[in-house]
């Protein structure tokens, strides 16, 4: 089963950027469906973006589109998440996952990336 790091968190003001990056483990990697997530405190974990295993195919939860955008490289066994005019509201944890094609069931998850964008 694939196993998922990720990268790239921090402190940013709000109107900054960041860049996330997940690093997976294992030769099925470009099997995978890739997704971020995300949990703020006191919050459910919500869907923040995802991509199919070709790269062709992303869909992305309203609150971010035109603002983040998710990459893949199987070469590299990497998804990355572009983050763009970040907003107080993006503070949370951002966890990397790896699913089924449709996007239906999630099967591995990181351990999260800390995101906190300061007003």
């Known amino acids: 089963q694939v196993q998922l790091v990720e990268s790239g968190g921090g402190l940013v003001q709000a109107g900054g950027s960041l860049r996330l990056s997940c690093a997976a483990s294992?030769?099925?990697?470009?099997?995978?469906?890739m997704g971020w997530f995300r949990q703020a405190p006191g919050k459910e974990r919500e869907f923040v973006a995802a991509i199919d295993w070709s790269g062709s195919d992303t869909v992305y939860a309203s609150f971010v589109k035109g603002r983040f955008t998710i990459s893949r490289d199987n070469a590299k066994n990497t998804v990355n998440l572009q983050m763009n005019n970040l907003k107080p509201e993006d503070t949370a944890n951002y966890y990397c996952?790896?699913?089924?094609?449709?996007?239906?069931?999630?099967?591995?998850w990181g351990q999260g990336t800390q995101v906190t964008v300061s007003s």
């Open positions: 996952a790896a699913g089924s094609t449709n996007y239906a069931n999630w099967v591995a």
């Open positions: 294992g030769r099925t990697f470009s099997s995978y469906a």
